[in-house]
Nanobody, 118 residues
Framework: VQLQASGGGLVQAGGSLRLSCAASGRTFSTFAMGWFRQAPGKEREFVAAIRWSEGTTYYADSVKGRFTISRDNADNTVYLQMNSLKPEDTAVYYC????????????WGQGTQVTVSS
């Protein structure tokens, strides 16, 4: 599975961005797709995930009510709509796929930089 993330950029606090992650290859084995982020000097953290078949979503407490994860099964693409962005959302955002429920994520995209200015 290959993942291509895009949509990052520079935005002012309170603004919005929409990230996209296009999957190709053996996508039929995907159980869930997720977004993670890593800020400078910090560990990578979970942001949001969506079960590929039924669309159940999960969010980190820090982004609930501001971020929305969605997917387009036909295009094998997952999106992360980010609203009311804060400077603490600044990070490199990565998308990833999970094949086995509850297991570690198996495939990772290259990351896209999101910078929120105050």
């Amino acid at each position: 599975v290959q993942l291509q993330a895009s949509g990052g950029g520079l935005v002012q606090a309170g603004g919005s961005l929409r990230l996209s992650c296009a999957a190709s290859g053996r996508t039929f084995s995907t159980f869930a797709m997720g977004w993670f982020r890593q800020a400078p000097g910090k560990e990578r953290e979970f942001v949001a995930a969506i079960r590929w078949s039924e669309g159940t979503t999960y969010y980190a407490d820090s982004v609930k009510g501001r971020f929305t994860i969605s997917r387009d099964n036909a295009d094998n693409t997952v999106y992360l709509q980010m609203n009311s962005l804060k400077p603490e959302d600044t990070a490199v955002y990565y998308c990833a796929t999970q094949v086995v429920p509850g297991s570690a994520y198996d495939y990772w995209g290259q990351g896209t930089q999101v910078t929120v200015s105050s």
